[in-house]
């Protein structure tokens, strides 16, 4: 499979149009008189009605990759959870969504579980986790009745252990593991080796000593192992490797506590096409490595086979989506570049900024056109690193033109901030050539409302 684009060379006007872009934009998309359409929707008409900078999100593609994940996972193993990781993006909408196509649920906070709990889904397919966990997420964790907390630390372990007791009553947990796998991607987002803030380490025994206090404390049921080594991952021998590791450490488990391993959560990472030459793995084959290589190792060491679950994120929604913003300006620096300024930036997408993520973009009112150009899309922020779009081949820009920049269903709304005091984009999802409102825009009347000055 090909690599994310991390290192680029050198931008070239390449001729494509969106009809050669489709690897990247959600599944519905076509080209209508012209112009980019999602999902029955002119892009063009929905920027100019519902104003930009704008969150589309596609409900038919999230369906879909949720659907993917549930049959190429059970069909090498009925016991599998699909655990949608919510931090990638969330809202009520997406909850339910997540919940009527048989999903599992993945809060990382407080603030996660409670729109859960606003969306009314079922507490026992919900999960918790996190490394610094507070006292508050803990107990609204319990009060909620949450399925499985993911402990992270043995602090953590204590102070739910109290808790629970305390209450009556008994929660599964599942121990955050460390495989020491190195996972090949960004190292800001490599969470499986040993140096990582997350989980106990299996090296230094500190994952063994944690699963024989979770068995032995009051008020917590331990349930099995979780781990993650990383995200936007395309090469699938690191979920090998660690699938290897972890299950050599259940056989140790079970040799010197006598308890079985009851579940085994892989976590996600599965990578996503941000660029026309990104060539992610599959739904299909990344639930063939996983789930067959967990029974065939359980297979080698003569021990049961676990309830599994895997928690995709960024894979479900990054490609269902794409934001849109308007044109302001095109500024032609001589033998340098050419600015194109859009009205959103880093305040609605950081991921560039942070990572040195590369999108593609195109002009969703000159969609057939061929990208004959190579801009820079900056954001309208007082900083300097404010870039949307490094070196973007695009089509000739003008001001009022939309401007539709690619795959950002993932980890772009959900980081969003209120640099400049901007307002943050509303979201809009699309279905059966319909539009809403998912999450509306903000005002400055709530960027004023929490303050006391």
């Known amino acids: 499979m090909g690599k994310p684009t991390g290192t680029r060379p050198p931008a070239v006007p390449d001729s494509k149009t969106a009809h050669d872009l489709m690897s990247v934009l959600p599944m519905t998309a076509e080209v209508c008189d012209g112009r980019l359409c999602i999902g029955g929707v002119d892009m063009t008409e929905l920027a100019r009605e519902a104003g930009t900078a704008l969150y589309v ?4 593609t999230i369906r879909h990759r949720l659907s993917e994940y549930v049959k190429w996972t059970r069909y090498h193993w009925p016991d599998v959870d699909v655990v949608y990781a919510g931090k990638a993006f969330l809202s009520l909408d997406v909850v339910r969504i997540v919940e009527e196509e048989g999903c599992c649920l993945l809060c990382a906070s407080g603030g996660e579980l409670a729109y859960a709990v606003a969306a009314g889904f079922p507490m026992e397919r919900a999960q ?10 803990l107990a609204d964790c319990l009060d909620a009745g949450i399925g499985r907390v993911v402990v992270d630390n043995f602090e953590e372990m204590e102070r739910l252990s109290a808790m629970a007791a305390g209450r009556g009553v008994t929660q599964k947990v599942l121990i955050r593991v460390t495989p020491g796998v190195e996972a090949d991607t960004h190292d800001f987002i490599m969470t499986g080796a040993e140096d990582s803030k ?3 380490g299996l090296n230094q025994g500190l994952a063994m000593r944690a699963v024989k206090r979770a068995i032995e404390l009051p008020g917590l049921d331990f349930d099995g192992l979780h781990m993650h080594i990383g995200s936007q991952i395309f090469a699938l021998h690191s979920f090998a490797k660690a699938i290897e590791v972890i299950v050599a450490f259940m056989r140790e488990i079970e040799n010197e506590t006598g308890v079985a391993v009851r579940m085994l959560d892989v976590g996600g990472g599965l990578g996503v096409a941000y660029g026309a030459p990104d060539e992610p793995s599959t739904v299909k084959d990344f639930g063939k490595v996983v789930v067959d290589g967990i029974k065939e190792e359980c297979e080698r060491h003569g021990i049961d086979v676990p309830r599994m679950a895997v928690e995709p994120g960024r894979s479900i929604v990054a490609n269902a989506g794409v934001t849109l913003y308007t044109v302001g300006s095109v500024k032609e620096i001589p033998d340098v570049r050419t600015y194109v300024s859009v009205d959103g930036g880093m305040s609605d997408n950081i991921r560039t900024s942070l990572y040195d993520a590369h999108y593609e973009a195109l002009i969703a009112n000159k969609a057939d056109q061929p990208r004959e150009m190579v801009a820079t899309v900056a954001g309208k922020h007082c900083e300097s ?3 949307v ?7 000739c820009p003008e001001p009022g033109d939309v401007l539709c920049v690619c795959a950002t269903g993932g980890y772009c709304q959900s980081m969003a901030s209120n640099y400049n005091k901007q307002v943050r984009p509303g979201v809009v999802f699309i279905r059966d050539g319909e539009w809403r409102w998912a999450v509306r825009r903000e005002t400055y009347e709530d960027l004023l409302r929490c303050d006391l000055g």
């Open 57 to 60: 999100m596609d409900e038919a």
């Open 128 to 137: 918790m986790h996190g490394n610094n966990k507070t006292d508050a997420e």
């Open 198 to 200: 997350f989980g106990f």
């Open 385 to 387: 690193g404010d870039i």
């Open 389 to 395: 779009v490094r070196d973007a081949p695009l089509q």
